[in-house]
């Protein structure tokens, strides 16, 4: 089910996305993604957006819970100004809250039409981040601004459990197609950036899983690599929980459900900072990582030198 809007706002500042050294400013082309990642914590940040949907009593939640994708396909024609005023020292981030590739984002080419007018008409940098293997039919376009972009699939999973990834993401491209993506991508010598998230417990938390995804992406060369525990506002935990159960993944579903609590999710965390230490090192990729925790770090005792704390 898609909704057709039209915005005022294009390319906004991101403090945001700054503190977590991603971007300093951020292009949206629509409200809610239609891959439908379960776990998704943007209807949480729309939760005081009531105008965008009173088809479902104001509630970002419902919509998203109904499978609503929001999409302006009017983003990229309004883009203008903005465009001028961007440095080369700015870098923007398609996208933050949706998907430029999603697939209502693809009926309009919303993907190839704002990177198009981001790199023509701006001397930014734009950073793209996508769970869409639909990305790779830019790669013309990105091969040929390699200089001023850099490009991330989302890998959430390793591929010993990627049948995981498409119960939790169920209309994103499957994660061997986001790693053909990324290959062909790193062929081109288009620049990549690794991120591996969210963690998720039983999925993508433990040694052998982050050791396994550390060595899936290390062969694209990256120049950073970001991870980030599943954020447990809203009720995308208890959703995947409900998937994983009628998917018969039951082991996963419980350990999902029991890092619903605080003082769990806040120990799961923990080991997830110290999993990734090691994986990244083991993999060559230790002054890399970049973990972004939304916590000020204050009871944590392990190695945090790769930890950005976004509560301060």
């Not at 830019?138 to 995981?164: C, Q």
């Not at 690794?194 to 120049?223: N, Y």
Request: charge should be neutral; charged fraction near 25%; hydrophobic fraction near 40%.
């Amino acid at each position: 089910m898609v909704k057709i809007v039209e915005r005022k706002c294009t390319i906004t500042r991101s403090p945001e996305f700054e503190k977590k050294t991603l971007a300093t400013h951020a292009l949206n082309v629509g409200v809610l993604c239609g891959h439908g990642c379960l776990y998704c914590s943007t209807p949480a940040t729309l939760r005081m957006k009531t105008s965008l949907f009173p088809e479902y009593e104001g509630s970002a939640f419902k919509a998203f819970a109904a499978g609503e994708a929001i999409v302006d396909p009017t983003t990229p024609d309004r883009l203008g100004r903005e465009l001028a005023a961007l440095k080369p020292t700015d870098t923007v981030m398609l996208s933050t809250l949706t998907d430029a590739w999603s697939p209502e984002a693809q009926e309009f080419n919303l993907g190839r039409k704002c990177l198009e007018k981001l790199l023509r008409e701006s001397k930014a940098r734009v950073r793209i981040l996508t769970k869409n293997a639909a990305v790779a039919n830019e790669l013309n376009l990105l091969a040929e601004y390699r200089d001023r972009v850099i490009l991330g699939l989302s890998i959430t999973t390793p591929l010993s459990k990627a049948k995981v990834a498409e119960v939790l993401e169920p209309r994103a491209s499957t994660i061997q197609e986001r790693l053909d993506a990324l290959q062909a991508a790193h062929e081109a010598k288009v620049p990549i950036f690794g991120m591996l998230c969210p963690c998720l417990p039983g999925v993508a938390d433990r040694q052998e899983d982050l050791d396994e995804m550390m060595s899936m992406i290390r062969p694209f060369e990256p120049v950073a690599v970001w991870a980030e525990p599943v954020n447990a506002r809203g009720p995308g935990l208890a959703l995947c929980q409900e998937a994983l159960v009628s998917a018969g993944f039951i082991r996963i579903a419980n350990e999902v459900r029991f890092i619903r609590g605080e003082r769990e999710h806040r120990d799961y965390t923990a080991r997830l900072i110290g999993n990734l230490n090691v994986a990244a090192a083991g993999a060559g990729l230790k002054s890399l990582l970049k973990i972004l925790v939304y916590d000020d770090g204050g009871r944590f005792s392990g190695d945090a030198s790769s930890v950005i704390w976004l509560k301060c």
